[in-house]
């Protein structure tokens, strides 16, 4: 099946994704899954997130992963090319089906947040170096993975293994760690392998509070200290922002630190994939680190501003004129729905 719009593969895209995305079905309304009546569907998947998120910036973008040959899989595979992805590196696996889940309109981070997965087995499960197409992985400019594919089964995490592995022109290699404790069979193993293959990576998110949940460390300084490998390390920081440790030519670690955007939240998910997407667009575009770290927060707060987990980010001309904002104009910034398609003046909280 193709992915384009045209139909046809991204030869030399921007960025290549790899991961399971899933069929996700949305509340009607606030409430426990017991009580909530109906369910909108979706798609959700953090890598695929990602992609398209930056193919409705305008880059080039490759979905790679397996889907099932069923109703959802032919959803997943349409949806996902439906805003510019190439996806014609997906698979169709004939025994195996697309994953699903059910989801709380809560913030995953709350108790009250609840999330029913039907994805034990499923087709993206049986990724592994054997059926993916390594030409579709390798020839873009960044390869991003993330630690959820290393949860789904040994295979995956062989897969995970082999692409942050040294080799001759390898792309930049972009991991969030996406600690999931619930997707860890053997919970125990879980942050030790995501440490490991974070290490082996070139630029790697994480946010603080789960480098505290999975590894024990707190605050910046000690992250950085746990992952010294990669060239550019960003801690996520939620309400207080972001802190990105770069390293230049000269191995001099440079931390730049960007507070967060005051928004005016619809739903609490989506934002950590698009905070990634801002910050590799702005990567691919060079900007200095302060922007990409602004692009990312801009992303994040056009993801947050709607219910779902995705939606189309601000034209590049105006999230441009907001990067660019002094930083008490930046401080004064409120944003809330329908912001991407406001005239970019300061609004005050």
Known sequence: MSGSAAGTSTADADVVCLGESMVTFLPSQPGRLADVPTFGRGIGGAESNVACALAAAGHRTRWVSRVGADGFGDHLVAAVAGYGVDTSAVRRDPDRPTGIYFRTAT???????????????????????HNVPYEDLLTGRILHLSGIT?????????????????????????????????????????PDVLLDLARRCDLVFVGEDEADEAWGVRGTAAIREALPEPAVLVVKRGSEGATVFSRGAGGTDTATTVPALHVDV???????????????????????????????????????????????????????????LDDEAWGRLRLGPGWTGDDPEVRTP
């Open 107 to 129: 913030d995953r981070a709350t108790d009250t947040h609840e999330v029913a997965y039907y994805r034990a087995g499923s087709a993206a499960s049986a990724m592994s170096p």
């Open 150 to 190: 290393a949860a789904l089964s040994a295979d995956c995490l062989a897969l995970l293994h082999d692409l942050t592995a040294p080799r001759e022109r390898r792309p930049l290699v972009s991991f969030d760690v996406n600690h999931r404790p619930g997707l860890w069979r053997n919970g125990a193993a879980g």
């Open 266 to 324: 619809v739903a609490p998910v989506g934002a950590g994939d698009a905070f990634a997407a801002g910050f590799l667009s702005a990567t691919l575009r060079g900007l200095p680190v302060r922007h990409r770290i602004r692009h990312g927060h801009l992303m994040a707060a056009a993801v947050l501003t709607v219910p779902g987990d995705l939606t189309g980010p601000p034209a590049r001309a105006h999230a441009d004129r907001l990067a660019d």
